[in-house]
């Protein structure tokens, strides 16, 4: 194997997730879900910890170190869920005033003009030789 390849795999990312109800989950059942997931492709390590937290009283956090050259963030994540995890996702971020701005902007534009071509882009197109 070359340096370069043996670069590759060596390069490694963390992803901490919070889990939802991990509270609920007993810690058997939490360490038969991570060597669940080690299971998988470019799944490094896993690993389950409990830490105390003034709001929630329990937080339960996943740490799983991957390859991203082997398997994507995306991926890991429904690996984790296919492995029994709950995961507490964030709700979608609001969009910026000048992201909507420009949402509403093509909405109207495609409600008075449609999603056709501009006339101007066939303009002149049926009179030139050879068409």
């Known amino acids: 194997m070359s340096d370069a390849a043996q670069?590759?795999?060596?390069?490694?990312?963390?992803?901490?997730?919070?889990?939802?109800?991990?509270?609920?989950?007993?810690?058997?059942?939490?360490?038969?879900?991570?060597?669940?997931?080690?299971?998988?492709?470019?799944?490094?390590?896993?690993?389950v910890n409990r830490?105390?937290?003034?709001?929630?009283?329990?937080?339960?956090t996943l740490i799983v170190e991957y390859q991203p050259f082997v398997i994507s963030e995306e991926a890991v994540y429904d690996r984790m869920q296919a492995s029994g995890f709950t995961i507490r996702r964030d709700p979608p971020r609001k969009r910026g005033i000048l992201r909507r701005f420009v949402d509403r902007l093509a909405d109207d534009n495609r409600q008075s003009f449609g999603s056709a071509q501009l006339d101007c882009c066939d303009l002149n197109k049926s009179n030139r030789p050879g068409r």
């Open 7 to 47: 670069g590759i795999q060596d390069v490694t990312e963390t992803l901490t997730v919070v889990l939802d109800s991990g509270a609920d989950a007993g810690q058997a059942d939490l360490q038969q879900a991570s060597e669940k997931l080690l299971e998988h492709r470019g799944i490094n390590s896993a690993y």
């Open 51 to 60: 830490s105390a937290d003034a709001i929630s009283q329990d937080l339960v």
